[in-house]
């Protein structure tokens, strides 16, 4: 638009990305941190702010675009994807950034979560998935686990949960990344290299919902449980994890197990070294799929593949077009095929 | 069309108006060869309409009644709003094309058939008991019956083209037939034979032999006896293309969006009969079209609603089903005031109803469907050109006055072509943007225009206009969630108020005849060739009979009012259960509006409607 406003371009800070608004979740919510992991990471892409552009939702999650000093559109349930893909054709020089929770992109928004992964539109979803359903005061989610007691299981969920990842690789999704909301380090720096992949970037977040299914992810993120059952992944690392960084993951056959340097002549040659640039997605699924209690959960980039991107095809379908177009406007257009002139 | 033909005498007979209709299998080309000889007969000079008749089963066997395809135009020295009642010639390629159009013959006129495929495993896969050639069927009218087949067959005898191209080439005997009867050249469409053919010679050669051997055919035979002159009409003077209302729709939104220099963004799903705008902007992705074949209805609407909030012209097309789908999301955009554009082209329904047949019931979801008060302007184009300009309109109403805007057009307007002297973009009349203001601090997303009330269209990208909007109720001018009884309140009435002062910049209703009629018919949307062929032959005889019809659904224009309280009569006509009255009803208390209705998939008849205002007329 030509009618800008004129502002000294200066190095952005994390204030500038604070919007005045009263951030209104409950005290202790995890959504705090992912908040203030965010406005940390925005200032280090070097993006304009106005380029910025949050869609959301409906949701816990979703209030979060009005916590933002940039653009933002709080839509409707489950369809942030669809909105931020119409946002992103409509100007790809925009950083678009789509806020969802499980419900919404797993249950309402199911469709346009999967096809905007196959599609591989250059956006960033950020899944806060706290595995229940906060807005609405507390029902079961389709991430929550089988057994779950909530108010609307009161003798505990019947349902078998969604993996987040496994919706990604089943729809070809480009980029995976997992972390926590306990580590605001670990996510910044994943919502950094999430903003820089070329491709749809599903970052999942485990993330704490303490009025209704607290403590729902403290397996993997309890204090106690940090070095036994988080592995911090990363491209070209052996998978290694534990106090002193002595357990590590081995391919046995076609299974994943924990094993001991040390122990039974194990070495580090015998460890996994994450590949997440591996096109097959096989080993990634191992990885995702991994969960207490017998294994560590893998957090940090699982999944990072280079692929066209949705908004690329648009643009190199669009010059191959107009090379070989044999008209060039609507005028053109209607003048062409056959007419004829009443005298 | 006189109903006796001239018998033993070489005649050539003047005629006012003739509808022709063509039927046969959906492999035989019959759209094709409708569509030839209406290109034909417009560039003699005669005004028309056409409509197809598709089969809804994409390739129902051969054969059979499913599979028929019609293809019906009536061509006028006179002006011609519609493609006619019945058929005054029906050619019907098959016995089952026969079956299926008979009721669309007028009793009187002739039928010309292909005598060659009335062979009795032919006649009863078409359902007949007895073969309708001998059993006295067709006693009411005049038969040729013509050797189709075979003499295509000996016309292109030594062409090196197998059985199956040959066959192919019946349909242009048939039209070839027709060129002699009405008077045509062959030329066009020996130009257009070449052209299609450029690389397959031989077929070139068969399909022109075939259209000179049907020609000279009609000329010989004794059941032909007439020929029939429809002279030119008087048609204002400028150049003509044919165009369909899903072809009108899919150029006039381009236009618009050309005009504002902007990209054009369509986010659709497939549903019939709105398809082919979807298919005919995917062809233009060089002029700043971008299509995205959505996943599902709700996406689509959605993906035009963030490319409406990015600045780009975000526009969804459907029908019925797919329109109540994207009830919600229409919603946000009334909410965030963002410009959207949604083409509903109507279906019969409820339901998935009748997806091939026309109806115009869907005015209830475009003014009321959806939750709580969600206010959209709503506006109908009525003719198969005019879908464009109404097109180009919705655009730029819905970027005028930041509002979603509903177009509703329907199956036969969709499908249905005419002539078209298109117009020129420097002609179109201007788009004009909100632009944002400029702030010393806080930008305001929720400040408005005083005249419109439109706010402005603060697009991200733009330094310095930072702001959050949604679909939670937002405190007037900053745009910020607000709660406050009083502000809802206040923003409610706002964005209806928004809606109705679209009045103040739509054009008044225009009332077709004197004014000193006691009854004033209404219509709507696609009916209207129908309803003013009717008016005006009723009004040719004198009848104290005039006729407004309505593209401006919500809001109606300003002098609704005051046409509407001159009379004691207002028959309000719809292809549905009477919703444009029941609307009309509420808005104007008091007065006598009445209704006639049809629901059966199909369009008014001139005639049935004339019965039905003489009627009126009577009491």
Not at chain 1, 193 to 222: P, R, Y
Not at chain 2, 237 to 248: E, I, L, M, P, Q
Not at chain 2, 462 to 473: N, P, Q, S, V
Request: glycine share 8%.
């Amino acid at each position: 638009m030509e009618n800008t406003i004129d502002i000294p371009q200066q190095k952005l800070t994390k204030k500038d990305f604070e919007s005045d608004q009263l951030v209104r979740w409950c005290p202790g919510c995890g959504d705090y941190s992912i908040l203030s992991a965010m406005t940390n990471a925005l200032p280090q892409l070097n993006i304009p702010r106005e380029n910025v552009v949050f869609i959301s939702g409906i949701g816990c999650a979703a209030r979060f675009p009005y916590y933002m000093n940039t653009y933002g559109f709080h839509t409707i349930h489950g369809r942030g994807p669809a909105v931020a893909t119409g946002v992103k054709l409509a100007n790809p020089k925009l950083s678009v950034w789509e806020i969802q929770g499980d419900g919404d992109a797993m249950a309402i928004g199911g469709n346009h979560f999967i096809h905007a992964l196959r599609r591989n539109i250059d956006i960033n979803i950020i899944l806060f998935n706290n595995e229940i359903y906060g807005l609405t005061k507390g029902q079961y989610s389709p991430t929550s686990p089988t057994g779950l007691v909530t108010k609307s299981t009161p003798y505990g969920s019947i349902e078998r949960p969604f993996h987040a990842a496994e919706l990604v690789i089943g729809a070809q999704g480009t980029f995976y990344a997992r972390t926590i909301d306990t580590n605001p380090k670990l996510m910044t720096e994943i919502f950094v290299h999430a903003a820089k992949h070329m491709g749809t970037s599903l970052v999942e977040v485990l993330q704490n919902c303490v009025i209704f299914n607290d403590d729902a992810h403290a397996a993997v993120t309890a204090r106690e449980n940090r070095d036994d059952f988080q592995l911090h992944v990363k491209h070209g690392q052996p998978l290694l994890f534990g106090k002193e960084n002595k357990k590590g993951i081995r391919l046995n056959g076609l299974k994943l197990e924990v094993v001991t340097l040390g122990e039974n002549g194990i070495t580090e040659k015998d460890i996994l070294v994450h590949d997440a640039h591996a096109e097959d997605p096989t080993l990634h699924l191992m990885l995702a799929r991994m969960a207490p209690p017998h294994f560590p959960m893998a957090l940090g980039v699982i999944r990072e593949v280079r692929a066209k991107t949705y908004d690329e095809a648009i643009a190199e379908e669009r010059e191959k077009i107009t090379k070989n177009a044999k008209y060039h406007s609507v005028d053109d257009l209607l003048k062409s095929g056959e007419t004829w002139e009443i005298k | 069309m006189d109903d006796t033909l001239v018998n033993g005498t070489k005649t050539t007979k003047e005629l006012e108006k003739v509808v022709i209709r063509f039927a046969g299998d959906s492999g035989d080309g019959m759209q094709l060869t409708g569509s030839q000889f209406s290109f034909t007969s417009a560039l003699w000079g005669n005004d028309l309409a056409t409509f197809p008749d598709f089969p809804a089963e994409i390739r129902a066997p051969q054969g059979t009644v499913e599979g028929v395809s019609g293809f019906q135009v009536q061509i006028g020295k006179i002006d011609i709003y519609t493609p006619g009642d019945q058929a005054d010639v029906l050619v019907a390629m098959n016995p089952a094309a026969l079956k299926s159009n008979l009721q669309f013959a007028r009793k009187g006129g002739n039928i010309i058939i292909d005598m060659d495929a009335f062979v009795d495993r032919n006649i009863e896969k078409a359902g007949f008991k007895t073969n309708p050639l001998e059993d006295g069927t067709l006693n009411d009218y005049n038969v040729v019956e013509a050797p189709i087949s075979s003499l295509t067959k000996a016309a292109l005898e030594g062409l090196q083209l197998d059985n199956k191209s040959i066959m192919r080439s019946k349909n242009m005997f048939a039209l070839g037939m027709m060129y002699w009867l009405f008077d045509r050249s062959l030329k066009e469409t020996e130009k257009y034979i070449e052209d299609k053919f450029r690389k397959t010679p031989a077929l070139a050669e068969g399909n022109k032999r075939a259209l000179n051997a049907g020609y000279h055919y009609a000329e010989t035979i004794e059941a032909l006896p007439a020929r029939y002159k429809v002279p030119p009409a008087s048609i204002e003077k400028g150049v003509y293309r044919h165009v369909s209302g899903n072809t009108a729709t899919a150029w006039g939104l381009m236009a618009a969006a050309e005009k504002l220099g902007k990209q054009l963004f369509l986010g659709s799903y497939p549903i019939t009969p709105a398809s082919d705008i979807l298919h005919e902007l995917s062809r233009h992705k060089n002029l700043g079209v971008i299509t995205m074949q959505a996943e599902d209805e709700i996406a689509a609407v959605c993906s035009a609603i963030g490319a409406s909030y990015a600045g780009q012209v975000g526009v969804t097309t459907s029908s019925g089903p797919g329109i109540a789908l994207k009830g919600e999301a229409i919603g946000l955009a009334v909410m965030a005031e963002v410009p959207l554009v949604v083409v509903d082209v109507q279906r019969g329904g409820p339901s998935t109803g009748l997806p091939t047949k026309t109806e115009q019931a869907d005015i209830n979801i475009a003014v009321y469907g959806r939750n709580s008060e969600s206010p959209a302007i709503v506006i109908a184009a009525s003719t198969p050109s005019n879908c464009f300009e109404f097109a180009y309109r919705a655009v730029k109403l819905a970027i005028e006055h930041m509002t979603p805007v509903i177009l509703l057009t329907d199956g036969y307007l969709a499908n249905g072509s005419e002539p078209w002297k298109f117009p020129k973009l420097a002609d179109l009349p201007p788009i004009k943007i909100n632009e944002p203001q400029k702030t010393n601090g806080t930008y305001h997303p929720y400040a408005r225009n005083p005249e419109t009330l439109a706010r402005a269209w603060a697009v991200p990208g733009t330094t310095g206009l930072e702001h959050r909007i949604g679909g939670l109720e937002k405190q007037d001018l900053t745009g910020n969630v607000s709660y406050d009884p009083q502000n809802h309140e206040k923003m409610v009435r706002t964005r209806a108020e928004k809606v109705a002062r679209v009045a103040n910049y739509i054009p008044e209703l225009e009332r077709i005849g004197t004014g000193d009629g006691k009854l004033l018919v209404v219509g709507w949307g696609g009916t209207y060739g129908g309803l003013l062929t009717a008016v005006k032959e009723l009004q040719q005889a004198n009848k104290k009979i005039d006729f407004v019809h309505f593209n401006y659904i919500n809001p109606l224009p300003k002098n609704t009012q005051q046409i509407f309280e001159k009379y004691d009569k207002i028959l309000v006509c719809e292809l549905n259960m009477g919703q444009f009255a029941s609307l009309l009803r509420s808005k104007f208390p008091g007065l006598n509006i009445l209704s006639y209705n049809k629901i059966q998939g199909q369009p008014f008849l001139v005639t049935e409607l004339k019965e039905v205002f003489i009627n009126h007329l009577k009491d």
